[in-house]
Nanobody
Framework: QLQLVESGGGLVQPGESLRLSCAAS????????IGWFRRAPGKEREGVSC????????YYRESVKGRFTISRDNAKNTVYLQMSSLTPEDTGDYYC??????????????????WGQGTQVTVSS
């Protein structure tokens, strides 16, 4: 059974960086589409980035393009979200999620079925 565990969150100042990790157990993560989501205080959850398992295609929401990078380390069965130039608007609980890919469905529109418990990111001076 697939289980996901996020780590790497914390309190940073604006302009600083963090790297979030999403470690999997139970299955080989490279066979799954992986998404990163976040929920800011008082706001709805939103998709941040995802990576396809079939062709490695990545997606980023507009507000993080050029600042965030999603990547896989298959040897460690882990997906990372490297976040740089962080702003207070990036504050929130970050979650990774996995889904077995469906043909024709990009990772940005997938219905993710397995979720981690989340890791908190706070960007504040």
């Amino acid at each position: 059974q697939l289980q996901l565990v996020e780590s790497g969150g914390g309190l940073v100042q604006p302009g600083e960086s963090l790297r979030l990790s999403c470690a999997a157990s139970g299955v080989t993560l490279e066979n799954y589409d992986i998404g990163w989501f976040r929920r800011a205080p008082g706001k709805e959850r939103e998709g941040v980035s995802c990576v396809s398992s079939t062709d490695g295609t990545t997606y980023y929401r507009e507000s993080v393009k050029g600042r965030f990078t999603i990547s896989r380390d298959n040897a460690k069965n882990t997906v990372y979200l490297q976040m740089s130039s962080l702003t207070p608007e990036d504050t929130g609980d970050y979650y990774c999620a996995a889904v077995f890919p469906e043909i024709g469905t990009p990772c940005s529109r997938a219905d993710y079925s397995t979720w981690g418990q989340g890791t908190q990111v706070t960007v504040s001076s």
